[in-house]
Every structure is written in structure tokens, then in C-alpha cells.
């Protein structure tokens, strides 16, 4: 069973994200750099399946030459080996390139399933693994919360808004993972000295055949305009003494909704 | 005038709420259309109609139900290419981003997604799109040839009848839906009980993070929102350790709700949460944490023990329906 995680680097969620004025791209200097958190899950999906079935892990991911921290981290976690696509021509790519960068970085190779968070957690429009799953022209097993593998099919529980729905679909396939579906590992320090030495390939735009394909010279849209919203006025902040549950019921009976 | 076509999703004939909204938005930008799929689609084209579709293509094959997104995907592509839409506006839901993102890419066309509105602009479309929890609002355009696809959040765009529009014309469609590729099939749908109204649809939402400690402190909740007629939330963080399914979850990941007032008990107000929330009309806070972001949107911020004050509310909120 062979599983291909794709992961994303991103600025530190937990920082709050700013925008250059003049480029209106995510400011990257400066900032941490993490493993998008949502993409930690879909490592370790990969991962507790290979751990049961045999087979291994890689991780892709697309960007910056320092993204190769993002796929040690998922190295850390255990994975066997890992894929950076990274060329200057890739700067500010959309979605749709990404697609193309990450289905061109792996023609030729086979893998039973592809693992993607469902949306990154700096970007999230979410559009990248459906892409993948097009052009790739395999199906997409979208939104699970659960997912097992046998007998040459993956079945997902899917999230919807009123609970979930059993999915399945036959291998090879694309699956994107929400937060529930497991517990992410923490990197232990064997994992990480371990993760040194195991190999993560380089291949740019032309390696892949892509020239021209994916990135500035493909994108579908531009930024025109980022203004700050309309913020909410605080309202007031009072200290519970005792009497903070009086205050809200008062407050909610102002509102007669009580 | 430009075709700005709405991809209407329904359950047993009936459009889902959002559907209606993007067809408001739709009608104000060119001659909207709608295309509703699957068992029972034709039972909508008046509803349809009524906000604004002058045209709805229907099929009613059960693969558009049955199957994930591929379906929707060849007879959309079909579609597109013989009557030329302008825009594809799709709702931001789970089976609207599967459906917009493969077609996307299958029509090498600009996809905008987590819009809040989108208005023309030199002959093209300017679509807005909150960014950072809503911090910030970023105006895209696209640059492709071809229909651009645009998927709106639900609730950005309210929902009103287009009034003097007559039935729309119906176009049905039976051409065969090719289900011989691999597929993702849905094998059965199971639905998670909630007590109370819908959060969608609710005036007044409880909702939990990761303050309340553990998973059981969310019966106090219940209670509450017992007593308010309220539905109960959840953030992420409490989603994601596992105390509550998804189902539950605000925020950008979750639901947008706009509710008349919204109750947030130990929840810090990350941007992922505040995004799916900051419509409400009114929000109370309570937090242990002064340095909470959540005070910075709260019209009422308590300090202090959701423990010992949710409890207390209750009580109160008992006492004074008494009187």
C-alpha cells in the first residue's frame, strides 16, 4: 500500500497573517513556518494505514526551498520519504497550479491513495485536492472523518451537514481528511534525528515538464484589492464577582429573548 | 446580459437554503439560471423561479444523488460549453466544492472560493472574499477566458424573492450519465440527532470551546440552550479533540451562523472560529482569560468561571421565565 500525503507549509496560525500592501501575497518573512496543522492528520492517516497494511509514505509538498522543513516534520512523524516542488516560476501560484505542479511531480508513479487536509489553514478555498483528483482523473473521497482501506477499496465516513455519509470508492483515490479523523502523532526525538537522513527530492517546473504550465505564467486570478473589514466595536468587558450570570441574563432580557 | 448560473443543490426536491441566496446574488448580476440534479429536482423549479431562475435545467438521474461530484462535473461541462454561461456561482458547502473545484479544473477556468459577494466590473466580475477570520477583505478578479466559478459562502447574501418572476422555463434533461469511470458512491447516509432547532436556523446559539475543560461540561449546555430555545455550537478546537462531530463546528472549517444572539462559553476567538460567527447581531463572552480576541467582538464580555457562571445562568434564566 503506497500513500502520497500532500502537505503544506504555512505561517504560524496562531500568528495573525498579514498581507504585503504592494504584492497582496501572505507576507512569508518573518514569520514562523509550520506544517499546516490540518495536513498533521493526514500524515498520520497515511501513516496508521502503512503501520496496518505494509507499504509506505511519501509526502509532497509545493514551495520555497525552506518548505523542506514542513516535509521533515511529516518525515519525523514517520514517513519514508519525501517529494519539494520548488522553482522561482512557482511564486504565487493558485490552486489549479499546484494541482498541475503535484499531478506532473508524480507521473509515472503509482500510489493507492492521496492524502490532502481539506483545505490549507492559511489560504483555505479547499479547491487543490478536487483539482488533483480531476486532473488525475481518479475519484475523490471528500470530508472524512473516518477512513478504511481493503479489498482494493477505500471507504470513507464523509462529513454532511446533518451527520455522515458512508462513501466508497476503488483505489487508486484521493481523500481529504478533517481534523477528527485521528490524533496526530507528535514527532518523537528518534523520529527526528532519523528524519535527517532520509531523502527529500528536489524537482523543479522543467524536471516535471510544466514550463509555462503552473505559476506566474498560468495564474487564473488576481489580487486587485485588500482593504480591512468593518470591525465589531467591543462592547463591555466586566469581571465575574458573582454577579456575571445576573449581568448576562439582564443583558438577555434587555434582548427579550427571555 | 451575462448568464450567471447557479448550481441549485436540493434534497427531495427542495433547494437548500443557500441556493436561494445565490440565486438572489445571481439575478442582480445577468439572466440567472439554475441547474438542479437528481430524484425529486423538478419539484423545485418553481421555488427556484420564484427567486429568480428564468431558466432551470433539471435531471433527475439518481447518480447525481448517489455519486460524488463526477456526475454533476460531465453534465455541467456539457452544459457550459453549449450555452455559455458568464458565471458559476456555487454555495461553499461540501458537495458545492467538489463539485466547482473538479470543474474547475476540467474547464482550465479562475475558481474563487469563500466569496461574500461578487458585483461586475469592466466587463469581467470582482469577487470579494474574506481573508484572516474576516480581518481583512480581498477584492480578486479573474483572468481567464471562460466562465468563472465562484463559490459564496452561506449567509453572505440575503435571501428575498425576486417578486413579479414568472415560472421559469424548464429545460429536462435525460441525456445518459456515464458512471463506467471509478467513482466515489455513497453507500448510506446516516444523520446525527440534535435537540433544539438547526444552527443554521437558529435565533440563538450556545456554543463551547476548549474552555469548558472536558467533553461532559457540554451538558450544561444543552441545558442552557434548553432554557433559551437555543441550538449549541462547538469551536474547532473542541471539534477536532473529539467531544463534539463536526456537525457542531463554527467557523471557517464549520458553519456560518448570524443568529440574534450568540453565547461563546470558553472560547478564545481565534480568526477560525470568529469568521462563522462575527454576523451574529448581538454576542455575549464568557472567559477566564481578560486577553481573550473573542472580548474584542463580545457586546457583553463576562471575566470568569464558565463552570460556576453557566450554572448560575441557567438558574437565573429559570427565575426570570418565572415571572
Known amino acids: ?258 | 446580459m451575462a448568464g450567471a448560473w447557479v448550481f441549485a443543490e436540493t434534497v427531495d426536491g427542495v433547494p437548500k437554503p443557500v441556493v436561494l441566496e445565490l440565486l438572489t446574488k445571481a439575478r442582480s448580476l445577468g439572466d440567472a439560471a439554475a441547474v438542479a440534479l437528481g430524484p425529486g429536482a423538478s419539484k423545485s423549479t418553481a421555488t427556484l423561479g420564484e427567486y429568480g431562475a428564468k431558466k432551470v435545467y433539471v435531471h433527475e438521474d439518481a447518480a447525481f444523488r448517489d455519486v460524488l461530484a463526477t456526475p454533476a462535473v460531465d453534465l455541467l461541462e456539457r452544459l457550459v460549453e453549449k450555452d455559455r454561461p458568464d458565471l458559476l456561482i456555487f454555495g461553499m458547502t461540501y458537495d458545492g466544492r467538489d463539485v466547482a473545484s473538479r470543474l474547475s479544473a476540467r474547464l482550465g477556468t479562475a475558481l474563487i472560493a469563500n466569496a461574500t459577494d461578487v458585483s461586475a466590473k469592466d466587463g469581467g466580475w470582482a469577487i470579494i472574499s474574506p481573508m484572516f477570520g474576516g480581518s481583512l477583505l480581498v477584492t480578486t478578479v479573474p483572468k481567464t477566458k471562460g466562465p468563472t466559478i465562484v463559490l459564496i459562502r452561506p449567509k453572505a447574501v440575503a435571501a428575498a424573492p425576486a417578486g413579479s418572476a414568472g415560472a421559469p422555463e424548464v429545460q429536462r434533461l435525460t441525456d445518459s450519465v456515464d458512471t463506467s469511470k471509478p467513482v466515489a458512491r455513497v453507500l448510506r447516509r446516516e444523520t446525527e440527532k440534535a435537540s433544539g432547532p438547526k444552527l443554521e436556523d437558529a435565533a440563538i446559539i450556545v456554543s463551547g470551546g476548549r474552555g469548558l475543560g472536558a467533553p461532559e461540561n457540554f451538558k450544561m449546555l444543552d441545558e442552557l440552550a434548553a432554557e433559551l430555545g437555543a441550538a449549541v455550537g462547538a469551536s474547532r478546537a473542541v471539534v477536532d479533540a473529539g467531544w463534539k462531530p463536526y456537525s457542531f463546528q463554527i467557523g471557517q472549517t464549520g458553519k456560518t451562523v448570524k443568529p440574534t444572539v450568540y453565547i461563546a462559553l470558553g472560547i478564545s476567538g481565534a480568526m477560525q472560529h470568529t469568521v462563522g460567527m462575527k454576523g451574529a447581531r448581538t454576542i455575549i463572552a464568557i472567559n477566564k482569560d481578560p486577553e481573550a480576541p473573542i472580548f474584542k467582538l463580545a457586546d457583553l464580555g463576562v471575566v470568569g468561571d464558565v463552570h460556576k457562571i453557566v450554572p448560575q445562568l441557567i438558574q437565573e434564566v429559570r427565575s426570570r421565565k418565572g415571572k
Not at chain 1, 489553514?121 to 480531476?134: N, Y
Not at chain 1, 532520509?198 to 489580487?223: S, W
Open chain 1, 1 to 258: 500500500m503506497n500513500v502520497l500525503v500532500c502537505v503544506k507549509q504555512i505561517p504560524d496560525p496562531n500568528a495573525p497573517g498579514k498581507l504585503d500592501p504592494q504584492t497582496k501575497r501572505l507576507v512569508r518573512e518573518g514569520v514562523d513556518l509550520v506544517l499546516d496543522p490540518g495536513d498533521e492528520h493526514g500524515v498520520e492517516a497515511g501513516l496508521q494505514l502503512v503501520e496496518k497494511d505494509g507499504g509506505e509514505v511519501t509526502v509532497i509538498s509545493m514551495g520555497p526551498p525552506k518548505a523542506v522543513d514542513a516535509i521533515r516534520r511529516a518525515l519525523a512523524m514517520g514517513a519514508n520519504r519525501g517529494i519539494l516542488i520548488t522553482d522561482p516560476a512557482l511564486e504565487n501560484s493558485d490552486a489549479i497550479s499546484t494541482a498541475r505542479a503535484i499531478a506532473g511531480a508524480i507521473k509515472g508513479q503509482s500510489y493507492d491513495l492521496i492524502i490532502c487536509g481539506t483545505e490549507s489553514t492559511d489560504g483555505s478555498s479547499g479547491a487543490m485536492p478536487a483539482q488533483l483528483a480531476e486532473l488525475l482523473e481518479l475519484p475523490l473521497l471528500s470530508f472524512a472523518k473516518k477512513l478504511e482501506v481493503a479489498d482494493g477499496k477505500a471507504k470513507i465516513d464523509r462529513q454532511t451537514d446533518e451527520g455522515y455519509d458512508v462513501v466508497e470508492a476503488p483505489l487508486p483515490a484521493v481523500v481529504t481528511v478533517t481534523g477528527g479523523i485521528n490524533e496526530a502523532r507528535y514527532p518523537a526525538l528518534r523520529g527526528i534525528m532519523q528524519a535527517k537522513n532520509k531523502e527529500v527530492k528536489q524537482v523543479g517546473l522543467g524536471e516535471i515538464g510544466l514550463d509555462g504550465q503552473a505559476g506566474k505564467a498560468a495564474l487564473t486570478q488576481e489580487v486587485v484589492d485588500a482593504t480591512p473589514a468593518e470591525t465589531r466595536k467591543a462592547g463591555e468587558v466586566v469581571e465575574d464577582k458573582g454577579e456575571g450570570a445576573k449581568r448576562v441574563a439582564d443583558f438577555l432580557k434587555a434582548l427579550k429573548v427571555i
